[in-house]
């Protein structure tokens, strides 16, 4: 029989499928349909620092800017201890999921400053969370602001939030960094328990009508699964933590790609938005599917196979490969030949 397990965080899980941060976690009818999928563990929907940090500013003008004046139209402001929070609607969700599933269940903190995030963190422990993610979502628009102080950043919030939890933490990344193999050491020797490759930063867009710069939200395709199988077959056998894979992995095929590059774990997310909670089981199956018919026993069998240590062709994976690809392109006839 084929064995899916893998290790995660130091904790042994049944297969390699992961849903990340999403809204399904919100929901635990959905959450619930995951786990029946399949899924080996689930990371929850961020808690934002921008939606903490509101709501304490909220509190404190109603705990200090309650009496406006008017006894009958003060009595209609809401008092401070009835306010529900975001940090307190979390801890209640992360409870309830933690009740409803047998799976290990991650908790999510996106910010961006050292503020605040120690406490929320041993709070999420206390609540119940298995592990701890740490999305720092930062974009250095300071131009005058080094490369080493954005870095810095990062390891800062990791070391005090490691002072205060015994859970596993994993850093969640961008790929834009100037060494990333080299920023990933330091964040292991600051106690990183694992690292996540690759998160993905919403880009704006110009509403040509209006000239408003406008968010925008696009699901990922398979394609941009490629840049983290890059990475982690790079670090794979040169760190000793655990190597998420993140975004674009939407089939079978990619989360095998990613598993024989190094990864422990691959997350899920715009597919499962897109074909919901059950299409996980049909990814798990074309896995297992395809190692029985190349005759692989079990994933840690597997794993790291085609890393940058052990690929007949470790440069494919360096600059080299860039020359290749751009000789490999062949036009249509039509175009202009």
């Known amino acids: ?15 390699p499928l992961v849903p990340s941060a999403s809204p399904l976690a919100r929901d635990p009818d959905a ?19 921008e939606e903490v940090t509101a709501d304490e500013e909220r509190l404190d003008h109603l705990m200090h800017h309650q009496d406006i004046g008017h006894f009958e139209a003060s009595s209609y402001l809401p008092a401070g201890d009835s306010y529900k929070t975001h940090l307190e609607s979390y801890l209640e969700q992360l409870e309830g999921l933690k009740a409803a599933l047998e799976i290990p269940v991650i ?11 120690t406490a929320h963190a041993k709070q999420l422990q206390q609540a119940g969370a298995d592990a701890l ?5 930062y974009m250095p628009a300071d131009m005058t602001q080094w490369a ?9 919030i990791l070391t005090e939030v490691k002072k205060q939890v015994d859970i596993p933490v994993i850093m969640k990344l961008s790929s834009q960094f100037s060494s990333v193999g080299n920023f990933v050491k330091k964040l292991e020797a600051a106690g990183a328990d694992g690292v996540s490759l690759f998160n993905r930063y919403y880009l704006p867009d110009i509403d040509l009508e209006t000239l408003a710069v406008t968010p925008s939200l696009k699901l990922s395709s398979s394609v941009e699964s490629r840049l983290s199988m890059r990475w982690i077959a790079m670090l794979y056998g040169r760190v000793n933590m655990t190597l998420a894979a993140t975004s674009g992995v939407h089939t079978a095929d990619d989360a095998i790609k990613l598993l024989l590059a190094g990864a422990d774990v ?7 938005l897109h074909h919901g909670p059950e299409y996980l089981a049909e990814v798990l199956e074309g896995i297992e599917q395809w190692m029985q018919e190349k005759e692989y026993a079990s994933i840690s069998q597997l794993k790291g196979s085609v890393s940058h240590a052990k690929a007949t062709d470790p440069a494919a994976f360096e600059r ?18």
């Open 1 to 15: 029989m084929t064995d899916l397990s893998t290790t995660y965080l130091g904790m042994k899980l049944k297969n």
């Open 31 to 49: 959450a619930k349909r995951l786990e029946d999928a399949g899924a080996a563990a689930i990371v929850m929907n961020s808690l934002f620092e």
């Open 107 to 117: 908790a999510s903190l996106n910010g961006t400053t050292p503020s605040g995030w």
């Open 133 to 137: 993610e740490l999305n720092v979502y």
């Open 148 to 156: 080493d102080a954005v870095e810095s950043r990062y390891v800062n």
């Open 266 to 272: 691959t997350h899920m997310c715009s597919a499962l």
């Open 320 to 337: 080299s490969n860039y020359i290749k690809a751009l000789n490999s392109f062949d036009s249509p006839d039509s175009v202009w030949r």
